[in-house]
């Protein structure tokens, strides 16, 4: 699998429940200055090619002012885990007590979370 970039218009139908996904949905939101958003890349796409269940995204703050505020999450890098069975459920990845210097969250603490919270 890989990491496809998605649009500020797929993004809201996919978190609104308004577009079903058949498998759980990863996305990772990004800026275009954040040098641990970029660092992350390289985790993000290792998992996608693990988890041939799990549909990885990633989606650019800069195509979406006020989404941060919109779904409650503070600043970038974020993870999110969305579920679209018969009721769109997501779920946000906590902030780690340790931040890794490279890349904010490790390969292993994603792994756990998605573990935790794939359907």
Known sequence: MAVSRISRNNLLQILDGIVKERHDVMIKFYGNDCHLCHSLKDH?????????????????????????SKYGFEGVP???M??????????FMSEPEKPDKKSWYTLREIKTFIEENKR
Do not use: R
């Open 44 to 68: 993000y796409l290792h998992l996608s090619n693990q988890y041939n269940d799990v549909n990885f995204y990633a989606f650019n703050m800069e195509d979406g002012a006020g989404i941060d």
């Open 78 to 80: 974020a993870i999110c």
């Open 82 to 91: 969305v579920n679209t069975g018969s009721k769109t459920t997501y779920t």
